[in-house]
């Protein structure tokens, strides 16, 4: 049987982990048979394809990826940023990350092999604000390599800023209508 292996920053992606706690685990000696050749770490992969960790002594759980990922990455280009950024001379991340239930955010993006570009324009995508209508997806076993501009903005866009002000608006307007039903009955 051969054992394959595979780089810190291809093991911090099967983990979900960012590459410096991945880091962490190999100076500690936590990720089982991994070795340092040159200034490089070779990390094996076990039968399920991924590199194993062993559970520390304290605190809580480790929430690193134990199987293999089962949801594609989903890719929006976000147009209303880029307009924004053009109009005001901004540079927020206009590119939306998706995989599951978790969002990032960031400037440009290098995707390690195959990709579709799927366009649905009676079937929006709903993971987007107002329902994508493009997208390009990639395989969940495929590392998507988020990249940043040193001289960017960061955060979150405008667009889903002003999104969450307006969801936390008529949050706080339902509360009180709320309040107002139960002071009456009172």
Known sequence: ??????????????????????RLLLNTGRVIDAKKVGRFWRI???????????????G?????????????????VLRKTIDYNRDYGTSYPAVAVKVGDKKDYCHSLKIHGPCQIVYQPHEPNTSQAGGARLWIEVEPEKRVER?????????????????????KKSKSQKRKAKQKGKNRSN
């Open 1 to 22: 049987m051969t054992v394959s292996y595979v780089s810190t920053t291809q093991a911090a992606f099967l983990l979900n982990i960012s590459t410096g706690r991945l």
């Open 44 to 58: 094996p992969l076990n039968r399920r394809g991924m590199p194993q960790i062993t559970p520390g002594r304290r």
């Open 60 to 76: 809580p759980q480790g929430t690193w990826n134990k199987f293999e990922r089962k949801a594609k990455t989903i890719v929006h």
């Open 147 to 167: 990249v940043y501009f040193s001289d960017g903005d960061y955060g979150p866009p405008p667009e889903v800023v002003q999104q969450r002000a307006k969801a």
